[in-house]
């Protein structure tokens, strides 16, 4: 007598659930299993604070600082002469060859302003990477600046 091999997978229902009702059911499993859902960062002031050193909250804050620094050219486009000056500066003072990062922000400042804003403000791995030696010092205040590292517990 040979027998039928068993199905794979789940099994069938007569009705199927629809999206809304899946991501119910799965937040639903999510609380009764004690996560919590986090709809904003946070930081818990009663713990420990957060080590200086962790690199993605190093990313966020430069990120939001460039997104701070997006809407100040935004609104007084002449600031994005800064950019350029502290690259010439920067390029001036190097040796002879000149440094990759330097030729990547020049190429970036050579586009138009949407797409420079566009670029600084994304969460490309280009982006993050370049975020970490930007060309914009200097167009945020100081209490600018402190507002962002107050946010992020620096």
Same mark, same amino acid.
């Given at each position: ?22 991501? @119910?059911?799965?937040?639903? #499993?999510?609380? =009764?299993?004690?996560? +919590?859902?986090? *709809?904003?960062?946070?930081? $818990?002031? !009663? ?8 690199? @993605?909250?190093?990313?966020a #804050?430069?990120? =939001?600082?460039?997104? +701070?620094?997006? *809407?100040?050219?935004?609104? $007084?486009? !002449?600031?994005?002469e ?13 040796? =002879?060859?000149?440094?990759v990062?330097? *030729? ?13 804003a566009a ?36």
């Amino acid at each position: 007598m040979k027998s039928t091999p068993a199905k794979r997978g789940r099994p069938r229902k007569n009705e199927a659930l629809t999206a809304a009702e899946r991501m @119910r059911s799965f937040r639903q #499993r999510r609380r =009764a299993a004690g996560y +919590k859902d986090v *709809r904003q960062w946070q930081l $818990n002031r !009663a713990q420990e604070p957060l080590a200086s050193s962790d690199h @993605r909250i190093l990313d966020a #804050r430069s990120l =939001a600082m460039h997104c +701070k620094i997006a *809407r100040r050219i935004d609104a $007084n486009p !002449a600031l994005l002469e800064v950019p350029k000056r502290n690259l010439e500066r920067w390029s001036k003072n190097k040796a =002879a060859p000149m440094a990759v990062y330097l *030729r990547e922000w020049q190429q970036i400042l050579d586009k138009p302003w949407p797409e420079v804003a566009a670029f600084i403000t994304s969460f490309s791995e280009d982006a993050v990477r370049l975020r970490q030696s930007s060309p914009f010092a200097g167009i945020l205040t100081p209490k600018d600046r402190k507002q962002i590292y107050d946010a992020f517990g620096a």
